[in-house]
């Protein structure tokens, strides 16, 4: 098995809603946040980490192409697409995308460094929810939780890099992604989803600097 090339997918993703890409409370505790964000250990900048990015949008291609495994553990066949470009225990095959850790863009991290210092948020947006008990229409126990997350507008520098190997065909593996990265920004990303948050649009995309749509 031979590499032959490498090809770069980049771009902005642009979050539509507040995202939540949770961080470890024993770690990261601020001020008494129930859940709080990921963030840089030494800028404290949120990031979106590849590893989030990767495993969404595999999730979400292993929905769209039947390969799911029916007793609700992770997919892992070792023949199929998403195995093939995403990696699999049980195939020597190496894997074919790497997502990289999607950091700040420069403008976003300047009005995220403006908001701190007008008016004292870290880096984020604090959402005091609550939750109702069905039975008795009021709030649950434990009542009132503050969760964190990014705010919405906040703009991420995207990048995949696709491992080519003789024998690849490189339109199949960039089309591949492509369907994946079309389904994430009609899915969402991160935490609660279903509630509203983790909407987001990839901007900007280019594909070895040239431009590239989801849309072919
Ligand atoms: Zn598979």
């Known amino acids: 098995m031979k590499l032959s090339g490498f090809k770069e997918v980049k771009g902005v993703i642009r979050c539509h809603s507040g995202l939540r890409i949770g961080g470890s409370k024993d770690s990261i505790d601020i001020g008494g946040i129930d859940s709080p964000i990921l963030r840089h250990p030494i800028t404290d900048l949120p990031y979106i980490p590849g ?10 291609l292993e929905l769209a192409t039947g390969n799911v495994d029916p007793s609700g553990r992770a997919h892992n066949c070792g023949t199929c697409k998403v195995c093939l470009y ?16 999607a950091p700040l863009t420069e ?12 008016k004292g948020l870290h880096f984020s947006e604090l959402k005091n929810e609550n939750w109702i008990d069905r039975k008795t229409g009021r709030a649950g126990q434990g009542g009132l939780r503050t969760t964190e997350r990014v705010p919405a507008g906040t703009e991420f520098r995207f990048s995949v890099t696709i491992r080519l190997f ?7 593996a960039v089309g591949f992604l492509r369907r994946g990265l079309k389904l994430l920004a009609q899915d969402y990303l991160g ?26």
Request: charged share 40%.
């Open 166 to 172: 003789e024998g690849d065909r490189e339109e199949d």
């Open 51 to 60: 590893s989030s990015l990767k495993g969404k949008t595999r999730s979400l």
């Open 191 to 216: 935490a609660s989803g279903s509630r509203g948050y983790g909407k987001i649009e990839f901007l900007e995309l280019t594909l070895d600097g040239k431009p590239f749509s989801l849309d072919e």
């Open 86 to 101: 995403f990696g699999s225990l049980k195939s020597p095959s190496p894997t074919r995308y790497i997502f990289r850790d």
């Open 107 to 118: 403008s976003s991290e300047e009005k995220l460094r403006l908001a701190q210092e007008e």
